[in-house]
């Protein structure tokens, strides 16, 4: 999904470290140089995320957040904070996109989001909801805030039992309710589905439905071990790979669907295959800023906010915007990048040294190195094998047995 | 740096010859395994490739995000599609 506009945004998203960006040679993998994606970090982010309260109205099995179960609620103070910054980079680039992500963000309540993103301007509005609060008083404010809306859903009923409230209670009629009031106001949205047990049959089943269902957009998360969620994410290589080749045939049959995993995929085996591999990815990191809900900033993995006390690294922050302008906050950390930082983009270098696969996925996530293996200096991640390498392989492998998809 | 967007015109040689790209360059030092999977899948992955190409330049027209790009926006799913992925929505 990486467009031509890479070149663009190198000239709207500056870098201000790291070596410099330059055009390796054409080839299925890196050049001379290495992989010569990812190096530095942008100025300016293309995106925030914002957390209006730590609350979440489901207790999902799967979920990664700490402290969920309590609604603390970002002051307006914070997000004044926040849009300050924001808003001068909004008029450096042509488009800015602040997300509210949470806990449950409309949890927050639609009269405190409002005053949330009141002092944002010219920027995109986008929202990540469990969609069971959303009524016709919720869409008339996603109307009248022109918001994107995305929504996480795993499907079918028989296959949504991770989703559930405090009481283990299925949310799954509350989810669609909340769509069905989507659709009645005309309001287009996206899905993101975690699947905990991929097999090839779950994969037609859940293309069907998602068809069904009316999103324009699916993204699949097999599920993490990170954040609380201890759960084990060791799968077997074969199911894996078979559950990315089914959705990859059940997208090439019917692909109204833009699904992420698949189509991105397709980008970069067709660079590949055109010897243009080491173009995809996007030339500097972003630094995906995530503000919580007391001020306080992560970069690169949202999943490390609301860890105080995480076995020696403490506190993940790197700044709180209360006391520090954001831009400063990212500034510093990309030309001096310190603590955990500086063993994660050790352990990027070392990705982008050793791992084939890095073309495509930019180096193992920074959550995923820390809750799998308890430090940033790792390579590759159980999430790299399910998300990143079995899915690429998955895609190769429905390619492989169809000369005509 | 090209525009990895375009749909190249040239045809891309044959798997099994030594001018396609994901053949192994002479003198490299790293093997790359991947190379040689995509080499393989070649003939299934073509069409495929053209199939999604095709679609998203339909969708990028329906949306406006072909105007958008051509304005220079920034496709920001690019970053959290490589980098985080617990949010979902794309470009307008």
Redesign the interface.
């Known amino acids: 999904?990486?467009?031509?506009?890479?070149?663009?945004?190198e000239?709207?998203?500056p870098t201000v470290a790291g070596p410099p960006a330059t055009?390796g040679?054409?080839?299925?993998?890196?050049g001379p140089e290495g992989w010569t994606g990812?190096r530095g970090v942008a100025e300016i982010p293309?995106?925030i995320?914002m957390q209006p309260t730590t609350l979440c109205n489901l207790d999902c099995a799967y979920c990664?957040l700490p402290g969920r179960s309590a609604d603390h609620r970002m002051s307006e103070r914070v997000a004044a904070a926040v849009a300050t910054t924001v808003n001068a980079w909004a008029q450096r680039?042509?488009?800015f996109?602040v997300?509210w992500?949470g806990g449950e963000p409309l949890a927050a309540g639609r009269e405190h989001l409002a005053a949330l993103m009141a002092p944002f301007e010219r920027i995109?509005h986008?929202v990540?909801t469990n969609a069971t609060l959303i009524d016709d008083a919720w869409c008339e404010f996603f109307l009248a805030h022109q918001m994107?809306v995305?929504?996480s859903v795993d499907g079918p009923a028989t296959r949504s039992a991770l989703r559930t409230d405090r009481s283990g209670h299925p949310a799954y009629d509350r989810i669609m309710r909340g769509v069905a009031a989507l659709r009645r106001h005309g309001i287009r949205f996206?899905?993101?589905c975690v699947v905990s047990d991929p097999t090839p049959e779950l994969a037609i089943e859940l293309y069907e439905y998602f068809l069904e269902l009316g999103c324009?957009?699916?993204?699949i998360?097999i599920e993490e071990r990170e954040g609380v969620n201890t759960r084990d994410n060791t799968r077997t290589e074969a199911r894996v790979r078979e559950f990315w080749a089914a959705l990859?045939a059940a997208w090439?049959a019917d692909?109204r669907l833009?699904l992420?995993e698949?189509?991105?995929s397709?980008?970069y085996?067709?660079?590949?295959?055109?010897?243009?591999a080491d173009?995809?990815?996007?030339r500097q990191?972003?630094p995906?800023p995530t503000v919580a809900h007391d001020g306080r900033v992560v970069l690169?993995?949202?999943?490390l906010a609301g860890f105080d006390r995480a076995p020696g690294y403490g506190d993940f922050a790197l700044g709180n915007v209360l006391d520090t302008g954001l831009d400063e906050i990212v500034r510093s950390v990309a030309h001096h990048p310190t603590g955990w930082v500086a063993e994660y983009f050790a352990g990027v270098e070392e990705c982008r040294r050793t791992c084939?696969?890095f073309g495509f996925?930019?180096g193992a996530?920074a959550s995923n190195r820390y809750f799998e293996a308890g430090r940033f200096d790792v390579t590759e991640t159980e999430h790299c094998r399910n998300?990143k390498i079995r899915l690429?392989?998955g895609?190769?492998?429905?390619?492989?047995?169809?000369?005509?998809? | 740096m090209p525009d990895v967007t375009r749909t190249h015109s040239e045809p891309v040689p044959a798997p099994d010859d030594p001018r396609h790209p994901a053949s192994p360059e002479e003198g490299s030092a790293r093997p790359d395994p991947l190379a040689a999977r995509v080499r393989a899948a070649t003939p299934g992955l073509r069409p495929l490739v053209a199939r999604a190409t095709a679609v998203r330049r339909a969708r990028e027209r329906l949306t406006g995000a072909d105007a958008a790009k051509a304005r220079g926006a920034p496709r920001w799913t690019d970053v959290f599609t490589t980098q985080f992925t617990e949010f979902s929505n794309r470009p307008r």
């Open positions: 999904m990486v467009g031509g506009c890479n070149a663009v945004a000239q709207a998203h055009a040679e054409p080839g299925t993998g890196p990812m293309s995106y995320l990664y680039v042509e488009r996109s997300v992500h995109e986008h990540q994107e995305g929504i996206a899905v993101i324009y957009w699916l993204g998360n990859t090439a692909p833009e992420r698949v189509e991105w397709l980008h085996l067709g660079a590949a295959l055109r010897g243009e173009t995809v990815l996007p990191r972003d995906v690169f993995s949202p999943e084939p696969y996925c930019g996530h998300t690429l392989e895609v190769l492998d429905h390619a492989g047995r169809h000369q005509n998809p």
